[in-house]
C-alpha cells in the first residue's frame, strides 16, 4: 500500500481547502472534504471489505457462470446485501453461457516423455476422445503465426509463446491478450489441429492461465501452458527436429443456464431516481477461489455500499452496487444491465467497476462531459489523502461498465496497482491469501469516496461526448 | 548471490596468504590460495552447471526411482560423465523402492463443495477406488494430534496443520518434516482413516508438496495439501460445526525396481586409490522437473569434476563424482554404496554432498578428527574470497553421504542458502527458472574448491570420532 508522506497529505489537504473556497467551490458540497475525510477514516480503521471476500471465497468458492455455484452465488449476494445495510436487494435475470472444462492432459511425447500443466481457454471445444497427438510449430507472437506458411502449420499444433511485460497500469494484459483471445482462430485458418498458448501471466509457477477466446465457426481445442511449460516446450524445439505432443481437453459448452446481476442499493436522500453504480462480477473462473477476480471487486463495491448506507446523512443520489453475472467469458450480465435499463441511461449519473484484484487505488481518471472537468479535479482531490493521484488521460471503462459508456454514462476510474494481479489471474492460486486486507481497505476507500461524492454533489458529470463513447480497454 | 565487498575480499586473501606463510603452512600445498582462485574464476567466468542441469531437465525431466525415467537418467549420466573428462565411469546397481501417484482428487463436500489441491506422500497406499468421504479433524502439530480423544479421530480424517518457518538454513524443514513422515502412523494409531497434511513448503502457491513418509504395516492413505487449501480448510472447520472431505488417491507400491549409482572420477596423480567423494542424486520427485532437487546438485557434482578434470595437474587423490538413486524415498542408493565399499571406506578421507538447490553457498562446517583442524580452518580461508564463511558447529551430512559418515569418513558441509529452497521442494514447481546461473556458479565454485583442496593436500582429516558417526541431519 503506498501512502503518502504526513506532511504531503496535510499540504494537499490544504490545497483541497483552498480550491474548495475558492471559485470553484460549488463544484462539491462544502462538506465534502470532512465527508471524505470520516468516510476513509472509517473503513481504514473498522472496513470489512476482506471479510465480505472471505465470506463469498469459503462459502462459494470457485463459481463458473452456469455451474451451480455460479447460483450459489447469487443465493449468497442476495442474502449478505440486506446485512450490510443495502436497500432493494433485488435479482434481474440473465442467461450465461455455460461451459465446462472436464479433465484434461497434455504432455510431451516425442523425442522423450515430459508432462505439461494446461488450462483449458474458456470456451474451448474438446479434443476427439482419447486426445491428439501431433507436432508442434512454434510462433512467437500474432503478426509471427499469420505470417507463417500453411504448409507448416497444417495438421500441427500451434504454440503461440508471446511473454507477458509486468506492469502497473495492466498494459502488459492488453498488449498479450490478443494472442488468447485470437490465437486459435488465426491457427485453425492455417489448418492447425489444436493451440497451445504460453499463459498470459507474469508468474513462473507450474500453473496455467485460463481466460476467454474467441468464439468461431470452426474451433479447435486451445488451453493455456504454464510459463515454465512454455519455456521447456521452446528449449525442446530448440533442441530438437520435431516435438511432439499429446492433449486431451474434455472441455465442451452446454446450453446457456440462467443466472443474474444482483443489485442493492442506498436511496438517495434528494434525487433517488438518479443514480451512481458501482460494479464487480460474481462469476469467476473455475479453478481458483475468485478471491482476487473479483471477489476483491465484489467486496469494493459491498463495502463501498455498506459504508454509504451506514452514514447519518445519504448522499442526494442513490448509490446502486450491481454484482454482474458472468464477465468472464460472454458479458451477459454486464449486456443485460445495459439492455435492461437503457431507457434510464440519462439518470445514471455514473459508474465506476472494481475489476483488478484487491491492490492498492494509485490514481484516478474520468471520462465526462469536459465542460463538468472541475467536478472530477475537486472529486480527485478528496481521493489525494489515500495516495491516489488525478491522471487527465481519459477514463478506460471495465468490461461490466463499458455498455453504460456507450450509452454515455460518465466513467470514473481508479486505477489499481497490478504489478502482482496477473501472477494469479486467471488460475488456481487466485485465493484468499493473495489479499492484503490493510490493502484492500485502501481501494475500498478510494471507491468509497468517490462514488460517495458522485452521488453528493450537486451538479453532475453531463454526458460522455458521442466520439468517446467507444471502450478504451481499462 | 552474495558477493564480498572487493576490499573485504582482498583482505581475507592477504590475511588467508599470511596464514599460509605461517607454521601452519604445512596443512594446505603453498600453492592452494592460487589454485583455488584459479578454479573459481574459471568457473564465474566459464561455468557450465547450469547447462549441465537443463541438458538433465530437458533430455530426461521428472526421474522418479524406479521409473523409465529414472532408468533414462541412469544413461544420461553415463552418457554425460564421459563428456565432462570423468574417468572409469560406470554403474554400480541398486535395487530400489518403487511407487507410483496414479491419479488423485480431493474436495470439500460439505457443507459446501470446493476443490482442494493434493499430492500424496510418497509411498502412500492409496484409497479404495472411488475414493473415501469422511469429517475431517485438525491438528496443529503432531504433539497435538497424539493428545487427541480416540473416540474423536475414529472413521475421521486427520488434518495435520503445522506451518513451516523461512529460514536460511532449512531449520524449518526439520522442525515441520516430522509431520509428514510420520502423521499418517499416528493418525492410524487413533483409528483415523486418512491424512490430510499441510504442505511442508514456505510458498503460497496452489501447489501441494510431496514427499517421503515412514512404511508402516498399517497404513492410510496420507496426502498434503497445498498451504492455500489447507488455509482454506481451517476456515471452514472455525466456521462450520461439520466439514467433509472427499480423497481418492490412486497411489501404490509396485515390486523393487533396477536403478543404479552413477560413479566417474578424476584419477588422483599420487594416490590414486584415496578418494574424496562429491555426492548429489540422480532420482527425482515426480511431479516436477527435479531442477533444485536434485539437478542442481548434479550440476554442482559433475561441474566439480569437470573442473578438476581439466587442470593441467590434477590432484594428489581421486575426485569421484556419485550419482546417487532414490534418495527421494528409499536412500537404496547411498546404502548400496556404503555397503558395497566398506572395505574402502578408511581410503575415502572425505565426502561432500550437494542436495539442498542451485543457491549461493554461504557456509561451511566439517567433521573430521578435531587433532586434524587446521587443515578445516586452511580449507576454509580459500571459500572466503566467495562469500563463504567457516561455522565451527559440527557439519550436518546429507543423506547420501551419512552412510559414509557412519563409516567414519570425515564430511565437508557446504551450506547453501536455502531461503527459497521450500518454496518449490518437492513441487511440480521444481522448474528449470527457478536456478540462476551465475548463482549456482557460486555454488558449484564453492564445491570445487573445498573438493579440490582436500584431495590435493599431503595430510587428512582423520577420522570421525566413534561419537560422532551418527547422522546429524544437514
Do not use: C
Not at 23 to 37: E, F, K, R, Y
Not at 179 to 204: C, I, M, N, Y
Not at 287 to 316: F, H, M, N, S, Y
Request: net charge negative.
Amino acid at each position: 500500500m503506498r501512502r503518502l508522506a504526513p506532511a504531503l497529505a496535510a499540504s494537499i489537504l490544504l490545497a483541497a481547502g483552498a480550491a474548495l473556497a475558492g471559485p470553484s467551490s460549488d463544484a462539491l458540497p462544502a462538506d465534502a472534504t470532512s465527508g471524505a475525510a470520516a468516510l476513509q477514516r472509517e473503513e481504514l480503521s473498522n472496513g470489512r471489505a476482506f471479510s465480505i471476500v472471505q465470506s463469498l471465497v469459503d462459502e462459494v468458492g470457485p463459481r463458473l457462470a452456469g455451474s451451480r455455484a455460479d447460483r450459489a452465488a447469487v443465493a449468497w449476494a442476495l442474502r449478505t446485501m440486506p446485512t450490510l445495510g443495502l436497500s432493494d436487494v433485488h435479482a434481474e435475470r440473465a442467461q450465461v453461457t455455460h461451459w465446462e472444462r472436464g479433465a484434461e492432459h497434455a504432455e510431451i511425447v516425442a523425442p522423450m516423455k515430459q508432462p505439461l500443466v494446461v488450462a483449458a481457454l474458456g470456451g474451448s471445444v474438446g479434443t476427439p476422445p482419447g486426445g491428439l497427438d501431433a507436432p508442434v510449430v512454434e510462433a512467437a507472437s500474432l503478426d509471427a503465426l499469420r505470417k507463417l506458411d500453411p504448409a507448416a502449420v497444417r495438421g500441427k499444433i500451434v504454440f503461440l509463446n508471446t511473454p507477458m511485460r509486468r506492469t502497473r497500469d495492466g498494459s502488459g494484459y492488453g498488449e498479450t491478450v490478443r494472442s488468447r483471445f485470437f490465437g486459435a482462430r488465426e491457427a485453425q485458418k492455417l489448418g492447425a489441429v489444436a493451440l497451445l498458448l504460453r499463459s498470459v501471466g507474469t508468474d513462473h509457477d507450474r500453473i496455467a492461465h485460463t481466460g476467454a477466446k474467441s468464439r468461431d465457426e470452426h474451433e479447435i481445442p486451445a488451453a493455456a501452458l504454464s510459463v515454465p511449460d512454455a519455456d521447456l516446450l521452446h528449449r525442446e524445439l530448440e533442441e530438437n527436429t520435431t516435438v511432439r505432443v499429446r492433449l486431451a481437453l474434455g472441455a465442451r459448452t452446454l446450453p446457456p443456464a440462467g443466472s443474474a446481476n444482483v443489485i442493492g442499493e442506498v436511496p438517495g436522500r434528494e434525487r433517488p431516481d438518479e443514480v451512481v453504480v458501482i460494479g464487480a462480477h460474481l462469476d469467476s473462473w473455475d479453478q481458483g477461489g475468485g478471491a482476487i477476480d473479483d471477489g476483491a471487486g465484489v467486496g469494493i463495491a459491498l463495502e463501498t455500499g455498506r459504508l454509504i448506507a451506514a452514514l447519518p446523512r445519504k448522499p442526494r443520489r442513490t448509490v446502486r452496487v450491481v454484482l454482474f453475472a458472468n464477465e468472464e467469458h460472454g458479458l451477459e450480465g454486464a449486456k443485460t444491465y445495459a439492455r435492461d435499463h437503457a431507457a434510464d441511461a440519462a439518470r445514471h449519473v455514473a459508474a465506476t467497476e472494481a475489476d483488478f484484484g484487491g491492490d492498492a487505488v494509485y490514481a484516478v481518471r474520468w471520462l465526462g462531459d469536459p465542460a463538468q472537468r472541475e467536478r472530477f479535479v475537486q472529486l480527485a482531490r478528496l481521493l489525494a489523502p489515500l495516495g491516489v493521484e488525478r491522471q487527465d488521460d481519459p477514463a478506460g471503462a471495465g468490461a461490466d461498465v463499458s455498455p453504460l459508456q456507450q450509452l454515455g454514462v460518465p466513467i470514473l476510474d481508479l486505477r489499481q496497482d497490478g504489478t502482482r494481479y496477473f501472477d494469479y489471474h486467471h488460475t488456481p492460486n487466485d485465493t484468499l491469501d493473495k489479499i492484503d486486507p490493510p490493502t484492500l481497505a485502501q481501494a475500498a476507500a478510494a471507491f468509497a469516496t468517490a462514488v460517495w461524492a458522485a452521488a453528493d454533489m450537486d451538479g453532475d458529470f453531463g454526458r460522455v461526448p458521442d466520439d468517446q463513447r467507444k471502450r478504451t480497454h481499462h
